[in-house]
Nanobody, 115 residues
Framework: QVQLVESGGGLVQPGGSLRLSCAASSSIRIALMGWYRQAPGKQRELVADITHFGLTNYLDRVKGRFTISRDNAANTVSLQMNSLKPDDTAVYYC??????????WGQGTQVTVSS
């Protein structure tokens, strides 16, 4: 069973930065890697994703502030978050979609943006 291990969440002041990382516990072929988030009382939404070939897609509200990257050899994905706003406060989830089979999800990491 593949597990995704996330790290990097925490508390940061508005305007600050955080970097989230996610690693798969075993070597699998991943077509799409991404980050989702869910704020209290809201639906989970896609923040950003990246294909095996490096094509990226971002939620409009984070464009220009967040950058997603991946290491195919290491099966890791990262999310660099700059100019954070209180509205970015949420639990962030790593997602990996293999070529075959169901998606894998991380356990979630809390990001809180507050002064």
């Amino acid at each position: 069973q593949v597990q995704l291990v996330e790290s990097g969440g925490g508390l940061v002041q508005p305007g600050g930065s955080l970097r989230l990382s996610c690693a798969a516990s075993s070597s699998i072929r991943i077509a799409l890697m991404g980050w989702y988030r869910q704020a209290p009382g809201k639906q989970r939404e896609l923040v950003a994703d990246i294909t095996h070939f490096g094509l990226t897609n971002y939620l409009d509200r984070v464009k220009g502030r967040f950058t997603i990257s991946r290491d195919n050899a290491a099966n890791t994905v990262s999310l660099q978050m700059n100019s954070l706003k209180p509205d970015d406060t949420a639990v962030y989830y790593c997602n990996m979609r293999p070529l075959l089979g169901s998606d894998y999800w991380g356990q979630g990491t809390q990001v809180t943006v507050s002064s």
